[in-house]
């Protein structure tokens, strides 16, 4: 009777080592973090920083619930439409601000802030946000 206990606790000892190991959690080998990603132009920018990426270039958003385009000329000049009519005026940096002045409006100054390349937001002195809109590489728009 001997060997037959020892064949059971035998078959009793390998089940029970089949059991714990199918219960274990699988230890997958340590991952590295991602690399950061790497330095470029589309961080979040502000002021002349964002400006500077922003002209020369055409901002498409809404305002006020109407679709605009506008772009920003390279040599101040500024030429915006709505509605299907189009205004020309000037841009110039003032402090940390850009201001615009177009026939028959006042002077407005915004500061700007440019995230991930291309989505432009502008802001008044307050800090309330006057303009959304999508950076357009260029004049696509042929304003």
Known sequence: MRPIRLVIWSVLVLAASVCSYAQTPVQTPATTPADPPAASDKANLTGLAAWDKVVGNTLV?????????????????????????????????????????????????????????????????????????????????NL
């Open 61 to 141: 958003g809404m305002v006020e619930g109407r679709a605009f385009v506008e772009y920003y000329g390279k040599d101040g000049v500024s030429k915006f439409r709505i509605d299907g009519k189009v205004s020309v005026g000037r841009w110039q940096i003032q402090d940390d601000q850009v201001c615009f002045e177009y026939p028959g409006d006042p002077k407005e100054c915004f500061r700007l802030t440019l995230t991930d390349g291309v989505n432009v937001t502008w802001s008044d002195g307050k800090g309330l946000i006057d303009t959304r809109g999508t950076l357009s590489q260029g004049n696509p728009e």
